[in-house]
Antibody
Framework: QVQLQESGPGLVKPSGTLSLTCAVS?????????WSWVRQPPGKGLEWIGE???????NYNPSLKSRVTVSVDKSKNQFSLNLSSVTAADTAVYYC??????????WGQGTLVTVSS | EIVLTQSPGTLSLSPGERATLSCRAS???????LAWYQQKPGQAPRLLIY???SRATGIPDRFSGSGSGTDFTLTISRLEPEDFAVYFC?????????FGQGTKLEIK
């Protein structure tokens, strides 16, 4: 089974850029799947951020589109998230996931990112 | 953007009872595009149901999904202690995934 692992700084300053990486193991990022980022503020619901295909094609949530970049590194079998101009409202657990058809089948364990000075 | 509204917000039941969770969409959703997830504290969501009614790999048959159009239901036939968790529905449309706000299933 595919396993995903998020990594990156747990603390980001306001107005800075949040950068996370998702390492994929047990499968190839060049398989016929899209790969997503999802976040969950503490005690709240889930918000889909965006997705990427192996060829670099992306789709983003319109509510975040102006601040989000998702990229893929096939040589390292991983994909990444950059979220710019962060505020306290971006504090959340960030998950990476593997899309199946129209649902998210495999998830990383999640990583908490806090936006604070 | 399609908005999903889940009800009830909290459901209090006892082990062995039947649970019925509702997910209502603001506009019609293709059944193929409707999924359900279970999330326990400190864990990532786990896919339970996809295509409105198909169980994901390894999901017990006490979990079932149904519905079409704007109204979808997740049913747990006989609650086990490990089923008490938060449940989210999710839809896909126009290259956008959206989730319901969740239903917390708690032990009565």
């Amino acid at each position: 089974q595919v396993q995903l692992q998020e990594s990156g700084p747990g603390l980001v300053k306001p107005s800075g850029t949040l950068s996370l990486t998702c390492a994929v193991s047990g499968g190839s990022i060049t398989s016929d799947n899209w790969w997503s980022w999802v976040r969950q503020p503490p005690g709240k619901g889930l918000e889909w951020i965006g997705e990427i295909y192996q060829n670099g094609r992306t789709n983003y949530n319109p509510s975040l589109k102006s601040r989000v970049t998702v990229s893929v590194d096939k040589s390292k079998n991983q994909f990444s998230l950059n979220l710019s101009s962060v505020t306290a409202a971006d504090t959340a657990v960030y998950y990476c996931a593997r899309n199946l058809k129209w649902e998210l089948g495999d998830w990383g364990q999640g990583t908490l990112v806090t936006v604070s000075s | 953007e399609i908005v999903l509204t889940q009800s009830p917000g909290t459901l209090s039941l006892s082990p062995g009872e039947r649970a019925t969770l509702s997910c209502r969409a603001s506009q019609s959703v293709s059944s193929s595009y409707l999924a359900w997830y279970q999330q326990k504290p400190g864990q990532a969501p786990r896919l339970l149901i996809y295509g409105a009614s198909s169980r994901a790999t390894g999901i017990p048959d006490r979990f079932s999904g149904s519905g079409s159009g704007t109204d979808f239901t997740l049913t747990i036939s006989r609650l086990e202690p490990e089923d008490f968790a938060v449940y989210f529905c999710q839809q896909y449309g126009s290259s956008l995934y959206t989730f319901g706000q969740g239903t917390k299933l708690e032990i009565k």
